[in-house]
């Protein structure tokens, strides 16, 4: 099956079609197009958006610094209490015990997808983005996926090229996971992922604090 947007049979929204698991709106966007939505199986989510409410965000840092810092900066701006590798500090647990407990005490996920896998804990084969996020969506969390658009975002190339294949294949099976289960949306640039994020979250819980 040939893709709408890009026109080859290789792109997330052409193996995602071939498997009859999702119901587009305006034909299936791949991560090139700039159709913001797509409409698939979501998790369900809980009440507004109030002042004991914490996201968590979650990504990988060497592609996404700038992205994480300007997302971090819109959620401060907006009052919304947010948890974030950054302000992990230091503790006498493993790296991933950490995160998993810091996604454990938060009430929502935001997850953001760029050009890496990243990095396993040691003796695995799951990046802790993804085993973040495994985990929210284990304990029924409301997610929110934002991949990149990887035909119109600028990303420099030895993000892409310091990893392997094996990490780059983990990737594109992580990717079409998330797309088979959520309602994602693309972004280009740091500031266009703030937006969406913001307006995501406005959107599905109401009103800010």
């Known amino acids: 099956m040939l893709c709408w947007a890009c026109s080859t049979p290789q792109c997330l929204c052409a193996a995602l079609s071939l498997g009859g698991m999702a119901r587009w709106e305006a034909g299936p966007p791949c991560p090139g197009a700039s159709i913001a939505y797509q409409h698939v199986l979501t998790d369900s989510v809980a009440g507004p958006i109030g002042p004991n409410m914490r996201i968590f965000i979650s990504s990988t840092y060497e592609d996404l610094a700038d992205h994480r ?5 819109s959620l401060s701006i907006s009052a ?16 991933i015990q950490t995160c998993l407990d810091a996604v454990a005490a938060s009430d929502a996920f935001v997850g953001v997808l760029g050009v890496r896998y990243g ?11 993804e085993r973040e996020y495994r985990l929210a969506k284990s ?3 409301p997610i929110f996926m934002f991949l ?14 310091m990893e392997s294949p094996a990490h780059q294949h983990r990737l594109r099976r992580f990717k079409e996971f998330v797309a088979r289960h959520h309602t994602i949306t693309f972004y280009k ?20 604090p």
């Open 139 to 141: 304990r029924g969390m």
């Open 148 to 161: 990149i658009d990887g035909r119109n975002a600028s990303v420099p190339a030895q993000y892409v090229s």
């Open 189 to 208: 640039t740091p500031e266009d992922l703030a937006r969406l994020v913001l307006a995501s979250l406005i959107r599905e819980f109401g009103v800010l």
């Open 80 to 95: 919304i209490d947010y948890n974030a590798m950054e302000h992990f500090g230091s503790t006498p647990r493993p790296a």
């Open 119 to 129: 990095g396993c804990p040691p003796g695995g084969k799951r990046s802790y983005t």
């Open 69 to 73: 810092t300007t997302l971090e900066g």
